[in-house]
């Protein structure tokens, strides 16, 4: 069974950093794009960071740019989202996500991801 296991969400102050992991199991994914996406109350989901299959490019989203880092360790199937500067518009449902394409970039739009993980609120108070 493929899972995607996300942790490290919480609540911080706004100016505070955050880690999340996210470990896959039931396969690797280490040929594939992966990406991090977020869902606040009332609102779509949207693309927050992605990472190709190497690592060697990352995307992020204009709200995001500068503050987060997105990594991936593939011998550890694990992949980060390093948050910085957290603001209280931060504050949402954190999902990862595989695209099933091996060797590809990395995915800005959340229809293409094919893989969820459950989700991790991440809380930033004012």
């Known amino acids: 069974q493929v899972q995607l296991v996300e942790s490290g969400g919480g609540l911080v102050q706004a100016g505070g950093s955050l880690r999340l992991s996210c470990a896959a199991s039931?396969?690797?994914?280490?040929?594939?794009?992966m990406g991090w996406l977020r869902q606040a109350p009332g609102k779509e989901r949207e693309f927050v960071a992605a990472?190709?299959?190497?690592?060697?490019?990352?995307y992020y989203a204009d709200s995001v740019k500068g503050r987060f880092t997105i990594s991936r360790d593939n011998a550890k199937n694990t992949v980060y989202l390093q948050m910085n500067s957290l603001k209280p518009e931060d504050t949402a449902v954190y999902y990862c996500?595989?695209?099933?394409?091996?060797?590809?970039?990395?995915?800005?739009?959340?229809?293409?991801?094919?893989?969820w993980g459950q989700g991790t609120q991440v809380t930033v108070s004012s």
């Open positions: 990472i190709n299959w190497s690592g060697g490019y990352t």
């Open positions: 996500a595989a695209n099933r394409l091996e060797y590809g970039f990395g995915r800005t739009d959340p229809r293409e991801y094919d893989y």
């Open positions: 039931g396969r690797t994914f280490s040929r594939n794009a």
